[in-house]
């Protein structure tokens, strides 16, 4: 899952690419919308994350939008804030997962199992999408990243709902949610090193061009 290296700095965004962000937000805030209302209706812990996930990634695609086409620096500054984002959604799910533990109140599977079916197949229409940008600088890493990070965690949901369903009990959307957050955390880590090595590059660059002018 996580990247060794930094991608040379392309001139110009990647042919397609802004288009398949605007794809992916609309896509994601669409999902927040409908996961948010599941979850408060299912019970569901792995199902809120998921949602809570839905909206950030909105975010960050704005965000990667609202950068493209400027220079490395401001790309893998950008990606920097992605990064920390995503590893601050893993710690808020750990959390949430631990205060809904106190209640032990099993949520509602078949809510989550068919809407997680619904996210399933919107994020993984996004992530096809995205699939040909996931070895670019590290923003458009980190948005290959959202998109995976999400489609994986749609069948996490679904197992979830099976599990709740055959034992009665909240656990399996508890340990569901858990790895979702650790995933996020992981990935969180991943953009953030690369965004430090991009952002290092390029500020080498600057310094190298100032020397020679």
């Known amino acids: 899952m996580a990247c060794s290296c930094s991608a040379p700095e ?37 199902l809120m994350a998921d949602a809570i996930d839905f909206f950030g990634d909105s975010a960050n695609y704005l965000l990667s939008l609202s950068v493209l086409g400027m220079g490395m620096l401001w ?61 670019g600088d590290s923003d458009m890493r980190s948005v290959w990243l959202c998109s995976r990070n999400d489609a994986i965690g749609n069948l996490a949901v679904m197992a979830a709902a099976l599990g709740v369903f055959g034992t009665g009990s909240a656990w399996p959307d508890l340990i569901v949610a858990a790895i979702m957050g650790t995933l996020a955390i992981s990935a969180g880590i991943s953009v953030v ?14 310094r190298l061009q100032t020397s020679e002018s």
């Open 75 to 135: 790309r893998g500054r950008a990606a920097m804030v992605k990064g920390l984002t995503m590893a601050l959604f893993g710690i808020v799910v750990w959390s949430r997962a631990v205060w809904v533990l106190q209640s032990g109140v099993a949520p509602e599977p078949l809510t989550m199992g068919l809407v997680g079916l619904l996210a399933l197949a919107a994020n993984v229409g996004v992530a096809v999408i995205l699939f040909r940008f996931r070895d």
């Open 193 to 206: 090193r690369h965004a430090r090595s991009d952002i290092e590059t390029a500020r080498r660059d600057a």
């Open 10 to 46: 392309p001139k110009t965004p990647a042919p397609g690419f802004r288009k398949a962000l605007w794809i992916a937000l609309w896509v994601n805030l669409a999902m927040f919308l409908v996961e948010g209302v599941a979850s408060l209706q299912s019970g569901s812990v792995a």
